[in-house]
């Protein structure tokens, strides 16, 4: 082999491989401190949802009235870390048990906003002219209405149920997701790689789903781990006003709140404990999206 042989071998032994995109960012995701909070809260919340039988002294709709029998409501001791509230049912266990109902809201109600978004907002980006056109108008139209007042007004033509309360704060959140991701795929549809995939006749659908798509996710997953949040805090907030559970039993953190309202000047530590876990949650998810913007924004990668 010529000496000029040897040497590109030996850069090519020396020379690091490319990443991709989704390693770059984790690599900077796991040298972002806040990121790595949300996610070590986030996983905690996590397991507590799935050993909450294990976690929870005890279920969370066992009543003791006795514990009661002087007033409402004892406030917290060894036996009871976060009180019991006017049943006499534990808080804590009921607040642990929340947990599953929480990150089921979360997301149930991102997905149902992500899956229809994504579809809607990757059919105008992609195909314009009238469809687009049509799309995006009826997009604005619901931005035109307060996400809030937009979910509060599906939920209460669905009737009240937490079920129907995760659809309708999904449906809200539709228009945000198709207008990100079709400004996404716009930007995309006239790239090279997209170009040269159509002078040699792939597909219209394969462009978009393989080489479109995956290129347009970014700002997409960093929107939808935000949404988490806001879901959470929205679907409690519709159940505060009774658009959610129906049944005061069932360990919902917004139905907590509701049930507490009464004892707000007696007792307010039924209302403190299960407000504090909604807003670690949603810091929580807050981090993690912020992380996530820092770590695939060209712009911001210097940050992280």
Known sequence: MSEAGIEIVALLEHTTPPSGLWLDALRRLKRNPGALLGLAVVAVFIIVAIFAPLIAPHQPNDQNLALVGSGCCPGPSWGHLMGV??????????????????????????????SFGMLLGAIAGFVGGVVDSVIMRSMDVMLAIPGLLLAIGIAAMLGPSLWHVMIAV??????????????????QRESDYVLAARSVGVRKRIILS?????????????????????????????????????????????????????????????????????????????????GLREALDPKLRGRA
């Open 170 to 187: 999904g449906v809200a959140n539709i228009p945000i997701f198709a207008r990100l991701l079709r400004g996404t795929v716009l930007g």
């Open 210 to 290: 393989s080489h479109i798509l995956p290129n347009s996710m970014s700002p997409v997953i960093v929107a939808g781990t935000l949404a988490l949040a806001t879901a959470i805090i929205d679907v409690a907030g519709l159940g505060f006003l009774g658009l959610g559970s129906q049944d005061p039993a069932t360990p919902e953190w917004g139905t907590m709140l509701t049930n507490a309202d009464l004892y707000l000047g007696t007792a307010p530590f039924l209302a403190l404990f299960p407000g504090l876990a909604i807003v670690v949650i949603v810091l929580a998810f807050n981090l993690i999206g912020d």
């Open 85 to 114: 509230d006017d049943l006499g049912r534990d808080e804590f266990s009921r607040v642990a048990y929340g947990t599953r109902y929480s990150l089921v809201i979360g997301v149930v109600s991102v997905a149902v906003g992500l």
